[in-house]
Every structure is written in structure tokens, then in C-alpha cells.
């Protein structure tokens, strides 16, 4: 079944709104992942949080990970029009014959100017 | 340092044909991931390499298979498709084994008619 769960599955915000979406495993991970997909482009790293409680702010994108390391989320502040797209959360779970990321079904985030 | 290549960019094939999708990872990256992702939908796993060998499937049928080569490039090939293997086909590449930052390829359109 689904390991990462991820809400909401779209987001329509006014631009200067602020936007959030979470990210919930089933499981403890070791590190979380996000990634950004463009409209008509493809996933694009964003960053990785390893620690209990970690907080990672770039610009405007803060991304937090849960104390208990099962959840995670990112917050826009005043999204603009480039933050348009897809949020991917990843975290790593064991498959086949190793440990492999496991990608949420995302948010996909329209912000209207 | 180039990225995640793929070839072709659009392929469009019949119902019932074949098709082959191509990928070269980063230099110096083992694992290769192949995923569907159709139109407006998630990121869903198809197939793990590292090494030459399959480490993890998706839930597909076994009309979906691939390889990789002694050079770590891969290919995924789809038989007897169907209408809904429509769909953008990405290739990612890990530096680390499975749980590593993961960069995509510009993907594959597959369409078929």
C-alpha cells in the first residue's frame, strides 16, 4: 500500500497567499526529500532534511521534519507565480533488494496572479 | 556535468506494438529508475537498477521490463501496449545506493493510439 501520504492533492491560491503541504509516513524514515516539478518539466531536488525536528528555510520555502522523523512539510510564504507545480515529498523504504525513495502523489499548487 | 539524458523525447506507436525507451544516468551514477507518470497524476515506480542488476519492481505487468548495460545506461521496453501506457516516461539517476537525491531525465511521451 501507499507509505507516503501527502496532502492536499491540489492547492489554487491566490498570489501573496501563503501554501502548505504535508507529507505522512507510515513508517520512521531516515531522511526525508522533496522535489518540484515545473508544468511541462520534470522533478527537480529541492532539498533533504536527515535530523529529528530539523527546520530548512530557502527564501521563501520552509521545510520542517516531524520530531518523531514520520512527517514532514513545506511551507511557501507569499507565493508567487514561479512556485507554480508540483511537490513531491520522498522518503527512503526497503523494496526489492535495497532500501529505495518512495514518492509521495504530491501537491500540485496553481497560484493565481 | 551533463544531466540525465533520454531518447526519443515523443514516441508514438499503435496498440499492440512495441516500444523501447532509452536513458543515460550521470557520469559516475549506478542506480537507474524508471517511472509512469500520466497526465496531471503522480510519480509511479516501474523499475530499479544498480550494478546491471534489478534490485525492485513496481506493480506492473511483465510486458514492462528493461535493462541496464555495463555502461549503467538503461532501457525500458513496453510490449503489447495499450491505450493507457500513455503517459511521460521518466528516468532518474542516484549517485548512492536507492536512497540518494535522485535527477531526472526530461522523460519520454509515449503515446499510443
Known amino acids: 500500500g501507499q507509505q507516503v501520504m501527502q496532502i492536499p492533492q491540489y492547492q489554487h491560491v491566490q498570489e501573496g497567499e501563503d501554501f502548505t503541504t504535508y507529507c505522512n509516513s507510515s513508517t520512521t524514515l531516515s531522511n526525508i526529500q522533496w522535489y518540484k516539478q515545473r508544468p511541462g518539466g520534470h522533478p527537480v531536488f529541492l532539498i533533504q532534511?536527515?535530523?529529528?525536528?530539523e527546520v530548512k528555510k530557502q527564501k521563501r520555502l520552509t521545510f520542517q521534519f516531524g520530531e518523531a522523523k514520520k512527517n514532514s512539510s513545506l511551507h511557501i510564504t507569499a507565493t508567487q507565480t514561479t512556485d507554480v507545480g508540483t511537490y513531491f515529498c520522498a522518503g527512503p523504504y526497503r523494496g526489492g533488494s535495497g532500501s529505495r525513495l518512495t514518492f509521495g502523489e504530491g501537491t500540485q499548487l496553481t497560484v493565481n496572479p | 556535468e551533463a544531466g540525465v539524458t533520454q531518447s526519443p523525447t515523443h514516441l508514438i506507436k499503435t496498440r499492440g506494438q512495441q516500444a523501447t525507451l532509452r536513458c543515460s544516468p550521470i557520469?559516475?551514477?549506478?542506480?537507474v529508475y524508471w517511472y509512469q507518470q500520466a497526465l496531471g497524476l503522480g510519480l509511479q515506480f516501474l523499475l530499479w537498477?544498480?550494478?546491471?542488476?534489478?534490485?525492485n519492481r513496481g506493480n506492473f505487468p511483465p510486458r514492462f521490463s528493461g535493462r541496464q548495460f555495463p555502461n549503467y545506461s538503461s532501457e525500458l521496453n513496453v510490449n503489447a501496449l495499450e491505450l493507457e501506457d500513455s503517459a511521460l516516461y521518466l528516468c532518474?539517476?542516484?549517485?548512492?545506493?536507492?536512497?540518494?537525491?535522485?535527477?531526472f531525465g526530461p522523460g519520454t511521451r509515449l503515446t499510443v493510439l
Open positions: 537498477y544498480d550494478e546491471g542488476e534489478e534490485r
Open positions: 557520469s559516475g551514477h549506478t542506480s
Open positions: 532518474a539517476s542516484s549517485r548512492e545506493d536507492g536512497t540518494g537525491e535522485q535527477f
Open positions: 532534511l536527515v535530523k529529528s525536528g
